[in-house]
């Protein structure tokens, strides 16, 4: 079974400032990765996706993300953040197969912005 | 624009009511989820479902249950509230990889908050 490991709990950027969440999955083949914001008070929404191909995925809102297999991890990159950028971030991995299948989620990080 | 519409944002109940929290979609997904979002925990899978009727317990089902009658609509049910399922409630829904396996990721609704005194 597949599994997700946010590492950080909470991390503060300034605003302007590079950002980088990390994101470790535990899956016996490549999976399906996902990048999801949660802004205050909000459902989530995907900022970005890995399939397959190029192992650097550009999403939504500036973000992008880097699938490496030899370390397991899909870490999420903004080269400067903004204020509203501020929000609960969740990876989150799915197996590579046909038929019904859940997503498994990590447990988030939450992003401050400072100015 | 496609998506999951949860009925209500905040809802305030009394202990030991019956609640219902429902949720529609429209994007003739075959999946779908409750989740329950609490500080520190993360996203906690409630029940899903991948067809009409169908039903499966997710990680903590324990004093929730499920409807779903029709494909675009999945209820969540209280069935006797309690304090300790105060909490944010987020609904999804997902198609079913075909032949080619491509997993497209869950759309979510806006989530209701839910507070029982």
């Known amino acids: 079974a597949q599994s997700v490991t946010q590492p950080d709990i909470h991390i503060t950027v300034s605003e302007g400032a590079s950002l980088e969440l990390r994101c470790n999955y535990s899956y016996g083949a490549t999976p399906y990765l996902f990048w999801y914001v949660q802004s205050p008070g909000q459902g989530l929404q995907l900022l970005l996706k890995y399939f397959s191909g190029d192992t650097l995925v550009q999403g939504i809102k500036g973000f992008e993300a880097e699938f490496k297999r030899s370390q397991s991890s899909f870490n999420l990159r903004k080269p400067s953040v903004h204020w509203s950028d501020a929000a609960e971030y969740f990876c989150a991995v799915g197996a590579r197969r046909t038929g019904f299948q859940k997503l498994v989620f990590g447990t988030g990080t939450r992003l401050l912005v400072s100015p | 624009d496609v998506k999951v519409t949860q009925s209500s944002r905040y809802l305030v109940k009394r202990t030991g009511e019956k609640v219902f929290l429902e949720c529609v979609q429209d994007?003739?997904?075959?999946?779908m989820f409750w989740y329950r979002q609490d500080p520190g925990l993360g996203l906690r899978l409630i029940y899903f479902s991948y067809d009409v009727k169908m039903k499966e317990k997710g990680d903590i089902p324990e004093g929730y249950s499920v409807s779903r009658e029709k494909k675009e609509r999945f209820s969540l049910i209280l069935e006797s509230a309690s304090t300790n399922q105060t909490s944010m409630y987020l609904c999804?829904?997902?198609?079913?990889?075909?032949?080619?396996?491509?997993?497209?990721?869950?759309?979510f609704g806006s989530g209701t908050r839910l507070t029982v005194v």
């Open positions: 999804a829904s997902s198609p079913t990889p075909g032949t080619g396996g491509v997993n497209y990721g869950y759309t």
């Open positions: 994007m003739d997904h075959e999946n």
